[in-house]
């Protein structure tokens, strides 16, 4: 069972990133003698392969989700610095617009004064 997914900006980097998690599940037949009831077959060996194929499916669902609140949150941290950098040019453009205002009161008190 293969499970492929396309992380887009994870960590820094603006690469794609794709994680390949595998698992070759067990065919039910052992070609070595560990395990002495795996190899005997059986009833017990089907419920030790189910036991077993059951824990590595465990697993990978509990690194997806792992995977996918690491990128949330990474979402949430870029979003936040986003608004950052938005409320610092909002900051910028007031400034400029009160120096704007100035610069052209400025203007008209000069020009009233040269035609006084």
Known sequence: ???RLKLSHFAVSPRIWYVSFSRLYSN????DSSGSI???GG???KKEKAVEDQYFHNLEIAQLNKIKEERAQHYE???DSHEEAI???ED???RHKEKIRRHKKKLRD??????D
Do not use: K, V, Y
């Open 1 to 3: 069972m293969a499970i």
């Open 28 to 31: 039910g037949s052992s070609h």
């Open 38 to 40: 795996r190899s005997a």
């Open 43 to 45: 009833a017990f060996g």
């Open 77 to 79: 941290e870029e979003i």
């Open 87 to 89: 409320d610092d040019l």
């Open 92 to 94: 910028q453009i007031r």
């Open 110 to 115: 000069s020009s009233n004064e040269d035609s």
